[in-house]
C-alpha cells in the first residue's frame, strides 16, 4: 500500500529521478546503488529501506510506470464506426490519451530506449492490445482475429505516438488525432495513398 507519508513520498520521487538521470547517463548494467543515492541525495540506508537491489528497483519503477499507463489510456474508440470515430466523444477521449502520454514524454522515450529482455514499448503495446480486448464483446473462444486487429491498432497507436515524439515540432498532437482518426475512417493503405500525394 502506498505510503500517504510526505516525506516517504518525496523519498520515493527522488529515487525515482535518480533512477532517470541515471539512465541518460549511463546502461543501467553501469549504474550503481551508490550513484543511484548521490543523485537522489539520500544515504545508503535510505535506499535499503525501501529496495532490496537497483533491479528491486527498476521492476518496480517500470511496474509503476506500465500501471499508470493501463489507466489513462482510453480505447473506447474501438466501439465507433467509421461514422461515429469523428465524434467527439472520441476526439475528447484520444485527446486525453495524447496528452497524457506527452506530459510523460521524456520518462517514456528514455525508458524505451532502454534495452530490456522486452522492451517498455512493446509492453505498452500489450497493455494497449490488452485493453481493447477487455472493450471488446466476451466471446466463449479466443477469437484469433480478434487477437490480431486488438494488436494491429495497438501497434499503429503506439507508433504514431513514438513518431509524434520524434518529429515534435514539426508534428502536432493535432495531426496525430488525425491520422488516428483517418486510418480508423478510411484505412492505412487509403490515408497513406492521400498522404504521399
Known sequence: MPSTDLRVVKTLKQ?????????????????????????????????YKYYTSKYDLMDRYLNRVLEGFRKQVDVTFVDASPDTIQSLLYQKNFENTLAFLHRHKAEYTLLWSIPQEKSVFSRMVDAVHDAILEKLPARQAPDPYADLYAR??????????RWWFRYEGTITARDVQDIMHKNMKQGMFRT??????
Open 152 to 161: 494491429l491498432f495497438a501497434t499503429d497507436m503506439m507508433t504514431l505516438v
Open 15 to 47: 529515487i525515482d529521478g535518480a533512477l532517470l538521470s541515471c539512465l541518460a547517463e549511463a546502461p543501467f548494467e553501469k549504474i550503481t546503488v551508490d550513484q543511484l543515492c548521490r543523485a537522489a541525495l539520500i544515504n545508503r540506508s535510505t535506499f
Open 192 to 197: 497513406f495513398r492521400e498522404q504521399m500525394r
